[in-house]
């Protein structure tokens, strides 16, 4: 189990490093100067441009400026944001918790939902229960989430004004963004979880069980959702790096103080710092729930950490 651990947390460090380069040249690739973005009306004063590049070592050969970046990031600090006048990590501390809120109660719904459909689904097959539940899925699938988020507010904030919307970050304003986030997901999720559950149910353990005259209740819940928990296991830790990435278009949408929303400012500001330190972050949040979901794999199957 040890060397089982080992390995995923050298995968880490490996895909961490990788991130890192990729975040550093992306931005780069943006056409425009920062600087001149930075100073605005001041930047026909090309002395001043030129003192501001070398402050901020914009002058030195890119390779330097990435490991002297890394080494920073290595000690906690992710430098220091021009556009927003304050530290990277102060933005990041400020915008973070309302994009952990938005993502968490988006994978529950996700998660909740599209397992209790594929469930239905499942028990039900070829029936029109079946069939009205994956049609209900593959909707939630097909909407756009920046359509769907402004319907919603038309409909919820505008028309019936029951929820928050534009900035809210108390619960009444959590629960548009959430559902927006979520429902693509949720659609993807039914359609697994069906897969899963049906595929397990086709299993001669389960056949036997049931010859043995064990209730089905009970052969569902031990040898049917135990089976089918391994691939959901494998989509709830590639959810977690969708609905972050998803939470950059549903913040623009309702205005919410996330890192998303940061990240565009970030991108329109050509704010290297501040680009470099989300994406990075969001990368190992990624790495660390697939990671999660592998150190959960041996707790089901004990034969996988010995493979």
Not at 126 to 145: E, H, I, K, W
Not at 182 to 187: F, H, R
Not at 261 to 279: F, S
């Given at each position: 189990m040890s060397g089982y651990i080992l390995k995923r947390l050298a995968a880490i460090v490996a895909l961490a490093f990788g991130i890192s380069v990729i975040a550093f040249l992306i931005i780069r690739l943006i056409p425009g100067d920062p600087v001149?973005?930075?100073?605005?009306?001041?930047?026909?004063?090309?002395?001043?441009?030129?003192?501001?590049?070398?402050?901020l070592g914009l002058t030195q050969p890119l390779h330097l400026q990435y490991f002297i970046w890394l080494g920073h990031v290595l000690q906690g600090d992710f430098g220091y944001s021009y556009a927003n006048q304050q530290s990277v990590s102060s933005l990041l501390a400020s915008s973070f918790p309302a994009t952990i809120q938005l993502t968490l109660a988006a994978l529950t719904?996700?998660?909740?939902?599209?397992?209790?459909?594929?469930?239905?689904?499942a028990l039900k097959r070829?029936?029109?229960?079946?069939?009205?539940?994956?049609?209900?899925?593959?909707?939630?699938?097909?909407?756009?989430?920046f359509w769907l988020g402004l319907l919603l507010i038309l409909a919820f904030a505008v028309t019936w004004p029951i929820f928050d919307v534009v900035g809210g970050t108390s619960l009444k304003g959590l629960v548009l963004p959430a559902v927006t986030l979520?429902?693509?997901?949720?659609?993807f999720n039914a359609r697994f979880v069906r897969s899963s559950i049906?595929?397990?149910?086709?299993?001669?353990?389960?056949?036997?069980?049931?010859?043995?005259?064990?209730?089905?209740?009970?052969?569902?819940?031990?040898?049917?959702?135990?089976?089918?928990l391994l691939p959901i296991l494998t989509i709830t830790g590639l959810q977690v790096g969708q609905l972050l990435s998803g939470s950059v278009i549903v913040e623009t949408v309702f205005s919410r103080p996330g890192v998303?929303?940061?990240?565009?400012?970030?991108?329109?500001?050509?704010?290297?710092?501040?680009?470099?330190?989300?994406?990075?972050?969001i990368a190992i949040i990624y790495a660390v729930s697939n990671f999660i979901v592998d150190i959960l794999y041996?707790?089901?199957?004990p034969r996988i950490a010995n493979r």
């Open positions: 001149v973005a930075m100073l605005g009306t001041s930047a026909g004063d090309k002395a001043l441009i030129e003192r501001l590049r070398e402050q719904l996700s998660l909740s939902g599209g397992t209790a459909l594929g469930i239905l689904a070829n029936q029109s229960a079946d069939t009205a539940s994956m049609g209900l899925a593959l909707v939630c699938m097909s909407v756009p989430s979520a429902l693509g997901s949720l659609g049906i595929a397990a149910l086709s299993q001669n353990h389960v056949t036997t069980a049931r010859a043995k005259g064990v209730p089905e209740f009970k052969v569902f819940v031990r040898h049917v959702m135990r089976n089918a998303g929303r940061l990240l565009i400012q970030g991108i329109l500001a050509k704010d290297y710092m501040t680009v470099q330190a989300i994406i990075l972050i041996p707790v089901l199957d």
